[in-house]
């Protein structure tokens, strides 16, 4: 079994920075790609932004130049590193990992997701 635990969401003003963080655990033998989602209410679930097991990245439109994923693979941990936060990032934010685990079985894993507000 594996289990993903975020961290780092919270309440900011406008303008402001936050970093979420998304550790794996378990029946891991490796990760390819990581990334993270959000669902504001009302709302369906949509990307924010994605990482390979290469590093290489993509970003949702309504993020770019203002948010950073990144990994580190010697902790099965992604990070986001949002700036210029704007209340219509206001969602609770989830990441997803694609792992193969120790038993060469390949699953999609979901975290619990982690609330972001972002005042005006």
């Known amino acids: 079994q594996v289990q993903l635990v975020e961290s780092g969401g919270g309440l900011v003003q406008a303008g402001g920075s936050l970093r979420l963080s998304c550790a794996a655990s378990g029946s891991i033998f490796s990760i390819n790609d990581m990334g993270w989602y959000r669902q504001a209410p009302g709302k369906q679930r949509e990307l924010v932004a994605a990482?390979?097991?290469?590093?290489?990245?993509d970003y949702a439109d309504s993020v770019k130049g203002r948010c950073t994923i990144s990994r580190d693979n010697a902790k099965n941990t992604v990070y986001l590193q949002m700036n210029s936060l704007k209340p219509e990032d206001t969602a609770v934010y989830y990441c997803?990992?694609?792992?193969?685990?120790?038993?060469?079985?390949?699953?999609?894993?979901w975290g619990q997701g982690t609330q972001v507000t972002v005042s005006s």
């Open positions: 990482i390979t097991g290469g590093g290489s990245t």
């Open positions: 997803k990992a694609g792992v193969l685990s120790r038993q060469f079985r390949a699953s999609d894993y």
